[in-house]
């Protein structure tokens, strides 16, 4: 289970795939990505105590193997979820909250602590990425100022240039319903055989069962909360590694979420500017 590497991942490396550094004649044309960030933070303690009386919905019953078979069954019938995360990591801290449907309408913010603060909209297979000021110097090499200039203020597109794409910002409009669809899965596919029941714990007033999973890549803990009312969903991925940790919290299952392309004259195409900058 790889949900809350792979957000660590993309928050933190994805600047160094826009391929913003093709338009710094100072370069090479090429940008280091940072490095990723291993999984996850603490949970809270005002939203995830200890509750060992909770009500299991019949879940206790069930092998760790079986209740995460149920939980991704109710993942796959899911429209819509809002995921709101917190990564702590040595390469720096990242926080935000993004809501999703299975049409591709998306509209969300996050904020890496101390360098700037960005806005994602998605409509469709489209993707558009807003950087406030802070943000903008993160992914514009330095002294480019023309380019600086003519992003400032504008929402960002580009396939190629990482924003519409699951390998970059794009993926945050998809993790939370693909991490509520394959939840105890590894890459191949094939169920996480070391989940293992671990008690009850309320998240967010909800009663959950918990499961200890490992990252498939780091091998770091993590803890797994699914729903014990209603139906069976991920409510919280939260753990610890040696370089970060994280907290990563899905909720507003199936409601709408209402998004409005921007207008043209307010969208900078960064694919064309790469394609024009050769």
């Known amino acids: ?55 299991d919905g019949g879940l206790a019953a069930l092998s760790a193997g079986e209740i995460l078979e149920r939980t991704r069954a109710a993942g796959g019938k899911l429209t ?85 794409d699951s390998e970059g910002f794009g993926w945050f409009c998809e993790m939370g319903l693909e991490g509520q669809r394959k939840v105890g899965l590894l890459e191949d596919g094939s169920p996480d055989s070391s989940a293992a029941k671990a008690g009850t714990e309320q998240v967010g007033g909800a009663g959950t069962v918990v499961l200890k999973v490992k990252d498939e890549g780091s091998g770091d803990p993590m803890d797994a909360a699914i729903a014990t009312t209603g139906e069976p969903h991920l409510l919280s991925v939260v753990g610890s590694g040696s370089d970060g940790s994280g907290d990563i919290r899905f909720g507003d299952f199936d409601k709408p979420v209402a998004v409005t392309a921007p207008p043209a004259a307010q969208v900078f195409d960064m694919d064309a500017m790469l394609t024009a900058a050769g």
């Not at 957000?7 to 990723?36: N, Y």
């Not at 299975?102 to 998605?122: H, M, Q, Y």
């Not at 480019?144 to 992003?151: C, P």
């Open 80 to 164: 819509s979820v809002r995921t709101t995360f917190t990564m702590k990591s040595t390469d720096g801290d990242v926080s935000g909250s993004v809501a999703a449907d299975s049409s591709g309408n998306c509209s969300g913010t996050f904020t890496v602590d101390g360098k700037g603060k960005a806005e994602i909209l998605g409509v469709g297979d489209k993707k558009w990425l807003k950087p406030d000021a802070g943000f903008l110097g993160l992914i514009v090499p330095e002294g480019n100022t023309a380019v600086a200039d003519a992003m400032a203020g504008k929402w960002l597109t580009g396939e190629g240039a990482g924003i519409s």
């Open 1 to 55: 289970m790889r949900t809350n590497r792979l957000l660590a991942v993309t928050v933190l490396s994805v600047l160094g795939v826009t391929g913003l550094a093709a338009c710094d004649s100072g370069g090479d044309g090429k940008k280091d990505a940072a490095p990723a960030a291993s999984a996850s933070a603490p949970a809270s303690a005002a939203s995830a105590t200890s509750s060992p009386a909770a009500a």
